[in-house]
Nanobody
Framework: QVQLVESGGGSAQAGGSLRLSCVAS???????MGWFRQTPGKEREGVGR????????NYADSVKGRFDISQDIGKRTMYLQMNSLKPEDTAVYYC?????????????????????WGHGTQVTVSS
């Protein structure tokens, strides 16, 4: 099991930026790491994910061009740089990990397929 700890959440004005970090107890090339978010009464939704082995990333349409996922393997950390924030980005943000065999699995897995989760960090964007 992988322990994940998110940090960096907080408040921002619309148009502003925040950077979230996710430190993993184990960060291996066979993992797919993802960022997800959830608001009360709604299902958890994918924000983006990174295939650790290659650094390939994929994003939800709602954040494409505004959010960027990166990683520092030596620090066992994944980042989510959020720019041009909108009030609708307000949510609890979670990082998650799952072991995969190939990049296609990383793209196709739903949030329920991810095995390990952090506790989440609140992001609030005001207009």
């Amino acid at each position: 099991q992988v322990q994940l700890v998110e940090s960096g959440g907080g408040s921002a004005q619309a148009g502003g930026s925040l950077r979230l970090s996710c430190v993993a107890s184990v960060y291996t090339s066979g993992n797919c790491m993802g960022w997800f978010r959830q608001t009360p009464g709604k299902e958890r939704e994918g924000v983006g994910r990174i295939y650790v082995a290659t650094g390939s990333t994929n994003y939800a349409d709602s954040v494409k061009g505004r959010f960027d996922i990166s990683q520092d393997i030596g620090k066992r950390t994944m980042y989510l740089q959020m720019n041009s924030l909108k009030p609708e980005d307000t949510a609890v943000y979670y990082c998650a990990a799952v072991r995969v065999r190939k990049y296609a699995d990383c793209l196709n897995f739903r949030w329920i397929d991810f095995a390990d989760w952090g506790h989440g960090t609140q992001v609030t964007v005001s207009s």
